[in-house]
């Protein structure tokens, strides 16, 4: 039995299992010939009722792309590129940032940077050429 919104619930019985890749999940599991407490689980789900009626939310983790610095001062010179930039979801951004920062060789780096300014002054992503 999956909790979506398990990590704000109180687990006051200590059935919780962790959501797997996902830290808002928790899950109680039962297995055949397990003896379920009706009365514990349906404390479980009135709670979790109680929490989607007030609205509550999991917090979210903040995801934080690390730009390499060329790509920092291009934006910085650049308004609306950084604009779109920072609309992108972190995959798209993270795109930018490891395919400028994985170059070897400064020359490389340097063609990388120009192509990723003329695709976000397009408002296009790296990978959109495969979108189609």
């Known amino acids: 039995m999956v909790f979506f919104k398990g ?26 010939g397990d003896k379920i407490d009706d009365k514990k689980v349906m404390e479980y789900l009135k709670e979790a009722a109680a929490i989607n009626k007030k609205g509550i939310k999991p917090a979210k983790k903040e995801i934080i792309v690390k730009l390499p610095a060329e790509l920092t001062k291009a ?11 920072e609309s992108l979801a972190p995959s798209h951004r993270r795109d930018y940032a490891d395919y400028i920062s994985e170059a070897k060789q400064e020359e490389t780096r340097t063609k990388r940077l120009v192509k990723v300014m003329d695709l976000l002054a397009d408002r296009r992503t790296l990978n959109d050429k495969y979108a189609k």
């Open 7 to 32: 990590s704000v619930m109180k687990d006051k019985y200590k059935l919780f299992e962790h959501g797997l890749k996902n830290e808002g999940n928790r899950s109680i599991h039962f297995s055949e």
């Open 75 to 85: 934006l910085n010179k650049d308004k609306e590129s950084k604009q779109f930039y």
